[in-house]
């Protein structure tokens, strides 16, 4: 019994043990996982005040740098030369653009519809990329009851012109009777009254197959513009309807009057106004047209948020509606205005500034730097208001990390 005791005593303390082991197991690992991410946020954290220290050094070195010339000729003089390159600030116009993506579209596009409502297609006269003009048979849909009709119109006016000799005859009858004194008024005002009514009739029916026959010409579709057939999606025993779901069944194009159409954002709204002065982009084809706003709409799109600008081009059988065009709507200009590479100008604190070459007085080349004022930036350029006049020898490679009275060269040794 005795040995029984010691053997379940022996059992429960390995299970203790065993469960000690495993708990202090996992608060090791999630010890040590908790101190890997400490460590990494550490060493983040020393390299950003080391980053931040860095810059800050940097910059009092820079206004030691700069000081210490100021005092102390002889400290630029034995400096290194730093290797830049130069070239001189000159005047003139410059233009700043609104670019906007557009198309190419035509003033006359016409989209064909069977005037008498839909029909079935009969005969097809044109095919796709065909000119026609204006007033050319396009298409001939069925006109089997319409025919009918007209025949069935032109019988009756014949039946009443029948009629209508008939009563014209019997009333100039009773008008002779009258005369010689033979019949009664009754009779003669009865006979004029029924070839009056006959007239009437006739002149109804005269106007009954001039509809029938009208009706009849619906069947016949025409082009109403000149142009080309852009799209003929039609063909014989289909039902001509002029639009489906897919779009036009026949378009027509005329290509003489171009313009170019874009959406133009809101903000521009009160740069730009008809007749400012646009420059035409045809990327595809190379093309550069000289144009002016000749429409502005009205109305803002409130999906877009924008509005529809046009400017006419002039017509030339390479350019295609739809094809992709570049609007350049000019909208600031300055004549004789000082320009600049708009990378050289750089910002402190306080300004924008940008480093010229100058001669100092002991006939040494150094860095001096200009405070500048800028204007508008298109493109690579930038107009400067003030700061520099024309004349300066600007810095334009090697101005980085550049500072006051710095030895500069413009030879390699």
Known sequence: ?????????????????????????????????????????????????????????????????????KLDPNAANSSKVKLVGVSAVTSSDFKHYIDLQGKVDAENISYISPRGGPGQVKAIYVVQGQAVRKGQLLLKLDDAIARQSVVAAKQQLEGIKTQMAFAKNIYERQKNLWEKGIGTEVQLITAKTNAEGLQDQLNSASEQVKVAVEQMNTSNVYSDVDGIADIVAVRVGETFTGMTATGPQIKIVNTRNLKVVTNVPENYISRMKRGSTVEILIPDLGKKLPSVISL???????????????????????LKPNQTAIMKILDYSAPNAVVIPVNTVQSDETSKYVYVLEKSGNGKTIA??????????????????????????????????????????????
């Open 1 to 69: 019994n005795q040995e029984l005791t010691n053997i379940h005593r022996m059992k429960k303390i390995t299970q203790i043990t065993t469960v000690t082991l495993l708990a202090l197991i996992m608060a090791s690992c999630g010890n040590s996982s908790k101190e890997g991410n400490a460590a990494i946020n550490d060493k983040k954290a020393e390299l950003e005040k080391l980053k931040a220290s860095k810059a800050k050094t940097d910059e009092e070195i820079l206004k030691l740098q700069e000081e210490l010339n």
């Open 296 to 318: 502005i709409s009205q109305s803002i799109d409130p999906s877009l948020r924008g509005f529809i600008a046009e400017a006419k081009i002039p017509y030339d059988p390479a």
């Open 368 to 413: 001096r730097k200009k405070q500048v004022n800028v204007g508008e930036v298109y493109g690579e350029f930038v107009e400067i208001k003030t700061g520099l006049s024309g004349g300066e020898q600007l810095i334009t490679e090697g101005y980085q990390n550049l500072y006051e009275g710095q030895l500069i060269s413009t030879e390699q040794n």
